[in-house]
């Protein structure tokens, strides 16, 4: 199993930026990927950006450009770096860890951050 928190999310004005970080409770190197998803409401939830195990990324159409996924493993922590903030941005961020066991995979979530653009 793998908990995770998140943190850094935020009331922010169009163009800024934010820094979002994902903690997780064991060594990120064995997770195989982890992701950063949104949902805002009335829609459904969405992959914003991933980095697999083998740290190769992956971002949404919508972001790229402007958000980049890292992690530190030392601190078991990934983060999003979230630049030129827009009003449709704005969304529950959810951090996911993605572990494949025999074949079969596992998703865990953390409970998610409120991100905010507004002026």
């Known amino acids: 199993q793998v908990q995770l928190v998140e943190s850094g999310g935020g009331l922010v004005q169009p163009g800024g930026s934010l820094r979002l970080s994902c903690v997780a409770s064991?060594?990120?190197?064995?997770?195989?990927?982890m992701g950063w998803y949104r949902q805002a409401p009335g829609k459904q939830r969405e992959l914003v950006a991933s980095?697999?195990?083998?740290?190769?990324?992956n971002y949404a159409d919508s972001v790229k450009g402007r958000f980049t996924i890292s992690r530190d493993t030392a601190k078991n922590t990934v983060y999003l770096q979230m630049n030129s903030l827009k009003p449709e941005d704005t969304a529950v961020y959810y951090c996911?860890?993605?572990?494949?066991?025999?074949?079969?995979?596992?998703?865990?979530w953390g409970q998610g951050t409120q991100v905010t653009v507004s002026s």
């Open positions: 996911n860890a993605h572990l494949e066991v025999a074949a079969q995979g596992y998703d865990y």
């Open positions: 064991r060594s990120i190197f064995s997770i195989n990927a």
């Open positions: 980095i697999t195990s083998g740290s190769r990324t």
